[in-house]
Protein backbone atom coordinates (compact mmCIF):
# COMPACT_ATOMS: atom_id res chain seq x y z
CA UNK A 1 0.00 0.00 0.00
CA UNK A 2 1.50 3.20 -1.20
CA UNK A 3 1.61 6.44 0.94
CA UNK A 4 -0.66 8.17 -1.40
CA UNK A 5 -3.29 5.25 -0.97
CA UNK A 6 -3.15 5.58 2.45
CA UNK A 7 -3.38 9.20 2.86
CA UNK A 8 -6.65 9.30 0.42
CA UNK A 9 -8.10 6.42 2.58
CA UNK A 10 -7.96 8.46 5.81
CA UNK A 11 -9.15 11.19 4.15
CA UNK A 12 -12.64 9.24 3.30
CA UNK A 13 -13.27 7.51 6.49
CA UNK A 14 -14.40 10.83 7.76
CA UNK A 15 -16.73 11.35 5.19
CA UNK A 16 -17.98 7.74 4.76
CA UNK A 17 -18.60 7.54 8.39
CA UNK A 18 -20.32 11.37 8.45
CA UNK A 19 -22.81 10.07 5.74
CA UNK A 20 -23.69 6.88 7.96
CA UNK A 21 -24.41 8.80 10.04
CA UNK A 22 -27.04 11.40 8.50
CA UNK A 23 -28.88 8.92 6.97
CA UNK A 24 -31.41 8.66 9.14
CA UNK A 25 -32.25 12.26 9.39
CA UNK A 26 -32.25 14.63 6.90
CA UNK A 27 -28.75 15.86 5.24
CA UNK A 28 -27.58 18.98 6.48
CA UNK A 29 -27.93 21.63 3.37
CA UNK A 30 -24.65 21.87 1.27
CA UNK A 31 -22.24 25.05 1.49
CA UNK A 32 -23.42 26.16 -1.80
CA UNK A 33 -27.30 26.35 -0.92
CA UNK A 34 -26.24 28.30 1.97
CA UNK A 35 -24.16 30.43 0.80
CA UNK A 36 -26.96 31.35 -1.92
CA UNK A 37 -29.45 31.92 0.87
CA UNK A 38 -26.92 34.27 2.48
CA UNK A 39 -26.75 36.63 -0.88
CA UNK A 40 -29.69 36.50 -1.56
CA UNK A 41 -30.48 37.50 2.22
CA UNK A 42 -27.68 40.10 1.89
CA UNK A 43 -29.32 41.21 -1.79
CA UNK A 44 -32.23 42.02 -0.27
CA UNK A 45 -31.28 44.06 2.91
CA UNK A 46 -29.14 45.96 0.45
CA UNK A 47 -32.30 46.95 -2.01
CA UNK A 48 -33.66 47.98 1.13
CA UNK A 49 -31.11 50.23 2.36
CA UNK A 50 -30.57 51.67 -0.99
CA UNK A 51 -34.59 52.85 -1.03
CA UNK A 52 -34.41 54.17 2.28
CA UNK A 53 -31.16 56.16 1.47
CA UNK A 54 -32.48 57.43 -1.71
CA UNK A 55 -35.51 58.41 0.01
CA UNK A 56 -33.36 60.51 2.48
CA UNK A 57 -31.27 61.69 0.01
CA UNK A 58 -34.18 63.07 -1.57
CA UNK A 59 -35.31 64.65 1.54
CA UNK A 60 -32.38 66.47 2.33
CA UNK A 61 -31.03 67.37 -1.26
CA UNK A 62 -34.49 67.73 -2.74
CA UNK A 63 -35.86 65.98 -5.47
CA UNK A 64 -33.57 65.09 -8.81
CA UNK A 65 -35.34 67.76 -11.03
CA UNK A 66 -34.77 70.78 -8.68
CA UNK A 67 -31.20 69.38 -8.38
CA UNK A 68 -31.28 69.52 -12.51
CA UNK A 69 -32.61 72.71 -12.88
CA UNK A 70 -29.83 74.24 -10.25
CA UNK A 71 -27.50 72.65 -11.99
CA UNK A 72 -28.40 73.94 -15.20
CA UNK A 73 -28.71 77.42 -14.01
CA UNK A 74 -25.11 77.30 -12.45
CA UNK A 75 -24.05 75.98 -16.33
CA UNK A 76 -25.34 79.02 -17.91
CA UNK A 77 -24.26 81.30 -15.17
CA UNK A 78 -20.26 79.48 -15.19
CA UNK A 79 -20.54 78.70 -19.10
CA UNK A 80 -21.36 82.51 -19.95
CA UNK A 81 -18.42 84.11 -17.40
CA UNK A 82 -16.15 81.21 -18.58
CA UNK A 83 -16.93 82.49 -22.05
CA UNK A 84 -15.50 85.80 -21.57
CA UNK A 85 -12.36 85.02 -21.21
CA UNK A 86 -11.66 82.70 -24.11
CA UNK A 87 -10.16 79.10 -24.42
CA UNK A 88 -9.20 79.12 -20.98
CA UNK A 89 -12.73 80.07 -20.03
CA UNK A 90 -14.05 76.97 -22.35
CA UNK A 91 -10.80 74.66 -20.77
CA UNK A 92 -11.82 75.59 -17.65
CA UNK A 93 -15.14 74.35 -18.28
CA UNK A 94 -14.50 70.84 -19.88
CA UNK A 95 -12.18 70.40 -16.28
CA UNK A 96 -15.45 71.61 -14.16
CA UNK A 97 -18.16 69.97 -16.64
CA UNK A 98 -18.25 66.06 -15.05
CA UNK A 99 -17.68 66.91 -11.64
CA UNK A 100 -20.87 69.12 -11.44
CA UNK A 101 -23.32 67.09 -10.11
CA UNK A 102 -21.00 65.71 -7.40
CA UNK A 103 -20.25 68.93 -6.73
CA UNK A 104 -23.53 70.09 -6.78
CA UNK A 105 -25.16 67.48 -4.50
CA UNK A 106 -22.09 67.86 -1.77
CA UNK A 107 -22.44 71.48 -1.62
CA UNK A 108 -26.20 70.86 -0.71
CA UNK A 109 -25.50 67.81 2.28
CA UNK A 110 -22.82 70.58 3.45
CA UNK A 111 -25.62 73.26 3.61
CA UNK A 112 -28.05 71.08 5.00
CA UNK A 113 -25.72 70.48 7.55
CA UNK A 114 -24.54 73.70 8.52
CA UNK A 115 -27.95 74.60 8.90
CA UNK A 116 -28.43 71.48 11.31
CA UNK A 117 -25.38 72.50 13.62
CA UNK A 118 -26.40 76.37 13.26
CA UNK A 119 -29.81 75.38 14.86
CA UNK A 120 -28.85 73.35 17.37
CA UNK A 121 -25.28 74.70 19.07
CA UNK A 122 -24.51 78.32 17.27
CA UNK A 123 -27.75 80.01 18.10
CA UNK A 124 -27.60 82.74 20.85
CA UNK A 125 -30.42 82.49 23.73
CA UNK A 126 -33.25 84.44 22.85
CA UNK A 127 -33.36 86.37 26.24
CA UNK A 128 -32.05 87.42 29.01
CA UNK A 129 -33.44 85.21 31.60
CA UNK A 130 -32.02 82.24 29.67
CA UNK A 131 -28.01 83.54 29.98
CA UNK A 132 -28.91 84.86 34.04
CA UNK A 133 -30.58 81.49 34.72
CA UNK A 134 -27.36 79.61 33.32
CA UNK A 135 -25.03 81.81 35.07
CA UNK A 136 -26.93 81.16 38.51
CA UNK A 137 -26.70 77.62 37.50
CA UNK A 138 -23.09 77.65 37.58
CA UNK A 139 -22.99 79.77 40.57
CA UNK A 140 -24.97 77.17 42.82
CA UNK A 141 -23.00 74.24 41.75
CA UNK A 142 -19.55 75.90 42.14
CA UNK A 143 -20.28 76.84 45.87
CA UNK A 144 -22.86 74.01 46.89
CA UNK A 145 -20.12 71.60 48.34
CA UNK A 146 -22.52 68.38 47.56
CA UNK A 147 -22.44 68.92 44.26
CA UNK A 148 -18.31 68.42 44.53
CA UNK A 149 -18.64 65.27 46.73
CA UNK A 150 -21.51 63.99 44.37
CA UNK A 151 -18.98 64.54 41.29
CA UNK A 152 -16.36 62.93 42.92
CA UNK A 153 -18.02 60.12 43.74
CA UNK A 154 -19.40 59.22 40.54
CA UNK A 155 -16.09 60.17 38.44
CA UNK A 156 -17.75 62.92 36.58
CA UNK A 157 -14.99 64.88 37.67
CA UNK A 158 -12.54 64.36 35.08
CA UNK A 159 -15.55 65.80 32.50
CA UNK A 160 -15.97 68.81 34.52
CA UNK A 161 -12.17 69.09 34.79
CA UNK A 162 -12.03 68.97 30.66
CA UNK A 163 -14.76 71.57 30.41
CA UNK A 164 -12.87 73.73 32.79
CA UNK A 165 -9.37 73.33 31.04
CA UNK A 166 -10.92 74.19 27.74
CA UNK A 167 -12.55 77.07 29.18
CA UNK A 168 -9.22 78.08 30.36
CA UNK A 169 -7.43 77.41 27.30
CA UNK A 170 -10.10 79.99 25.15
CA UNK A 171 -9.94 82.33 27.55
CA UNK A 172 -5.68 82.31 26.96
CA UNK A 173 -5.77 82.13 23.24
CA UNK A 174 -7.98 85.10 23.52
CA UNK A 175 -5.59 87.08 25.91
CA UNK A 176 -2.76 86.38 23.30
CA UNK A 177 -5.19 87.31 20.25
CA UNK A 178 -5.81 90.84 22.65
CA UNK A 179 -2.14 91.54 23.95
CA UNK A 180 -0.45 90.44 19.93
CA UNK A 181 2.24 88.48 21.68
CA UNK A 182 2.51 85.83 23.20
CA UNK A 183 3.86 86.74 26.77
CA UNK A 184 3.52 89.87 28.43
CA UNK A 185 1.70 93.27 27.53
CA UNK A 186 3.26 95.27 25.05
CA UNK A 187 4.87 98.52 26.72
CA UNK A 188 5.29 101.83 24.96
Do not use: C
Not at 24 to 47: D, F, H, L, R, Y
Not at 108 to 123: D, G
Not at 149 to 177: C, D, T
Amino acid sequence: MSLLSSSFRKAARPALRQRARFNSSQPPPSPEKKAQEVIANAQKTAGQLWDSAAKKAEQVVGSSETLTKNAEKAEALLGSSLNRLGPTGQKAAGMIGPAKNSFLYNFAVFREVVKQVYRAELQPPKDLAAVRSAYETLYKRATDASYWRGIMQSGEIARVGIYAVEAYGIFKIGEIIGRRKLVGYPLH
